[in-house]
Nanobody
Framework: QLQLVESGGGLVQPGGSLRLSCAYSGFNADYFDIGWFRHAPGKEREELSCISSTISTTNARTAYGDPVKGRFTISRDNAKTTVSLKMNNLKPEDTAVYYC?????????????WGQGTQVTVSS
């Protein structure tokens, strides 16, 4: 089981950008697909993006949920054991707690471990 720690959240104006980071550690950490979901009060948990393990390939697969396609970009640095989520053109409806996790619901891979989350607030 991995340990995951998110950082990089904060307050940003509409149209602004943020970069979230997820530091992961644990046995065979590089074998895991890593993703991000968010959870806003009164709303369902929403899968945002996933990036695959690069153990067997140099090119990671990526996937994005419809609300963030074209605005968010996921990347992975195995040497630093981090996964980043660059978020551009942020909107008030992006306000939520953001979590990185193992697995990927977009790929029907169980999401079973996540971090403590980082708050993102988009407001003027």
């Amino acid at each position: 089981q991995l340990q995951l720690v998110e950082s990089g959240g904060g307050l940003v104006q509409p149209g602004g950008s943020l970069r979230l980071s997820c530091a992961y550690s644990g046995f065979n950490a590089d074998y895991f697909d890593i993703g991000w979901f968010r959870h806003a009060p009164g709303k369902e948990r929403e899968e945002l993006s996933c990036i695959s393990s690069t153990i067997s390939t140099t090119n990671a697969r990526t996937a994005y949920g419809d609300p963030v396609k074209g605005r968010f970009t996921i990347s992975r640095d195995n040497a630093k054991t981090t996964v980043s989520l660059k978020m551009n053109n942020l909107k008030p409806e992006d306000t939520a707690v953001y979590y990185c996790h193992t697995g990927c619901s977009i790929w029907s891979i169980p999401v079973d471990t996540w971090g403590q989350g980082t708050q993102v607030t988009v407001s003027s």
